[in-house]
C-alpha cells in the first residue's frame, strides 16, 4: 500500500477551567491576561492547526471541566472546533480525567466534524482524503481509576498508519511493543517523548504555564508522517506569558548600586530574548554578604521588587518582577556550627534536622486558632523533602540573623 504524507497537531491538557495561580498579588493591568490565558492558549491550537494546514487535530484529554468553566468552556470549543469544520478539518479528541465524556453538558451539540471517543475498548476512525483512506485512529477516553492498557491498542501489519488517541501513562517498553505508529498521549503537564524512531510516543504538555515553576515555553506539537513514514516534531508555542526563574550572585563587597544594575540587566535580556510575551519573574539572590541579610530581613526585597516593577512592569511587553528573595542556603563560616553559644546550639539543632529529616514538619501549632479549620491548616504539615530544606535554611538564617550581635562579624 502506497503510504500519503499527512500532518497534525497533536495537544492535550487545555485545561481550560484552570487559571494561573501562587502569585500573590496580580496587578490591575495583568488581571485579564491571568484570567484569558488558558482560553487565549487554546485558541492558538485551533489558529495553528488552519495556518499549518492540518489534515486533522488530535487531542489527548483533558480538554476543560465543563463543571468548573461554566457555559463559557463548552460554548468556546464549539467555537473553535467550527471554525475547523469551515476548512474541513477534523477533531479527534479522547477525554481524560476532568473530560469524561459523560461530563459535557447534553444541551450543546459538538460539531460534525468532532470525533469524542468513548470510555472502555478504542474505536477506530479512518480518516480520508479525496475518499482515499491516509491513517487510521484508535481512540479511547480514560476509564477513571485505571492506567493506559496498551494490549487494547494494535496496528495493522501492512496496512494503514496507527495513530492512539489516550490520555495516562504506560511502561514505554509496553507501548513500543505495539507497533503503533504514534502514540498521541495526554496527562503529563511537561512535554515529554518518550520514544522516537521509526515509532513515537509523545506527550505536548499543557498550553500555558499555570505558576511560578512552571518555566521554559509550553504548547502543542506538530506531527508530520512522510511517505516513508518518518515522524517529526515540531513544537508549536501556545503560551501568552512566561514564567521566568532568574537567580543573581553578590559577592561580599557588592552595594545596592551594584545589585541593582546587575538586576536591570537582567531583566533588560529577558526582554530582548523575549520580546512578544509577557514574562513573570521569580528572582532569587546567592552569594555573601550584608546585601543578603538586608535582603532576608524583607526591607531591600521589597524595595527592589518595587523599584524593578516601576522600571519594568507596565511596559509592552510586561516584564512584572512577582518576588525577589535570597536564596536557601545556610551561609555561616563552619566553626560557628562548633561554638558553645545559643547560636551554635541553634545551628547544631537545625543541622541535624536537615541531616536527619524527620518525615514531615509540623506547623500546625503556629497558627493562628482561626485559621485552624482551614485549607491553610493542611498546608502547614510540611512532607517535601525539598521545601523541608528551604524552610530549615530559611530559619537558620533568620535565627543567625537574630543571634549575631551587629558589628564586624564574628
Ligand atoms: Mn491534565
Known amino acids: ?99 469524561p465524556p459523560e461530563a459535557w453538558p447534553p444541551s450543546v451539540r459538538l460539531p460534525d466534524n468532532v470525533v469524542f471517543f468513548p470510555v472502555g475498548r478504542p474505536e477506530e ?8 483512506p491516509v491513517v487510521r485512529l484508535l481512540g479511547a477516553s ?76 509550553f504548547g502543542c506539537t506538530l506531527v508530520e508522517v512522510d511517505p ?18 532568574e537567580q543573581v550572585d553578590v559577592g561580599q563587597s557588592d552595594t545596592r548600586k551594584d545589585l541593582e544594575t546587575i538586576l536591570r540587566q537582567r531583566i533588560e535580556l529577558l526582554g530582548q530574548a523575549h520580546p512578544a510575551v509577557d514574562s513573570m519573574i521569580s528572582w532569587t539572590v546567592s552569594g555573601s554578604g550584608r546585601l ?15 523599584m524593578l516593577r516601576k522600571e519594568y512592569g507596565f511596559g509592552q511587553p510586561a516584564l512584572w518582577s512577582l518576588t525577589l528573595e535570597a536564596e536557601a542556603a545556610i551561609c555561616v563560616p563552619p566553626p560557628w556550627f562548633e561554638q558553645e553559644t545559643v547560636r551554635g546550639d541553634f545551628l547544631r539543632m537545625i543541622r541535624d534536622w536537615r541531616e536527619k529529616p524527620r518525615a514531615e514538619i509540623d506547623l500546625t501549632e503556629y497558627l493562628p486558632e482561626c485559621y485552624l479549620a482551614g485549607w ?19 530559619a537558620a538564617m533568620l535565627g543567625v540573623d537574630l543571634l549575631t550581635p551587629e558589628g564586624p562579624e564574628s
Open 1 to 99: 500500500m502506497s503510504n500519503r504524507p499527512f500532518r497534525f497537531v497533536h495537544a492535550a491538557d487545555l485545561h481550560l477551567e484552570e487559571v494561573p495561580r501562587g502569585v500573590a498579588h496580580v496587578p490591575t493591568h495583568l488581571t485579564d491576561l491571568f484570567l484569558q490565558s488558558p482560553y487565549r492558549a487554546a485558541e492558538r491550537v485551533f489558529d495553528a492547526a488552519c495556518s499549518e494546514h492540518a489534515d486533522f487535530l488530535v487531542i489527548s484529554g483533558d480538554l476543560l471541566d465543563a463543571a468548573r468553566t461554566g457555559p463559557r468552556g463548552p460554548l468556546f470549543l464549539v467555537e473553535q472546533c467550527e471554525k475547523l469544520a469551515a476548512r474541513g478539518i477534523p477533531v479527534y479528541w479522547a477525554g481524560g480525567l476532568v473530560d
Open 125 to 132: 476512525v479512518i480518516f480520508n482524503r479525496q475518499s482515499e
Open 142 to 217: 480514560r476509564t477513571q481509576g485505571r492506567r493506559l492498557r496498551p494490549n487494547e491498542y494494535a496496528a495493522e501489519p501492512g496496512g494503514l498508519f496507527t495513530i492512539a488517541v489516550t490520555h495516562g501513562g504506560a511502561d514505554p517498553e509496553s507501548l513500543k511493543r505495539r507497533e503503533i505508529g504514534y502514540w498521541a498521549l495526554g496527562g503529563r503537564h511537561q512535554r515529554q517523548t518518550l520514544f522516537s524512531g521509526p515509532e513515537a510516543a509523545h506527550y505536548p504538555g499543557t498550553l500555558q504555564g499555570r505558576s511560578p515553576s512552571d518555566t521554559g515555553q
Open 228 to 245: 516513508r513514514r518518518t515522524i517529526r516534531l515540531t513544537p508549536i508555542t501556545t503560551h501568552v506569558f512566561r514564567w521566568h526563574a
Open 292 to 306: 543578603l541579610t538586608a535582603i532576608r530581613r524583607g526591607g531591600l526585597a521589597d524595595e527592589l521588587v518595587e
Open 376 to 394: 491553610l491548616s493542611a498546608a502547614a504539615t510540611v512532607s517535601d523533602e525539598q521545601e523541608l530544606k528551604r524552610i530549615l535554611a530559611e
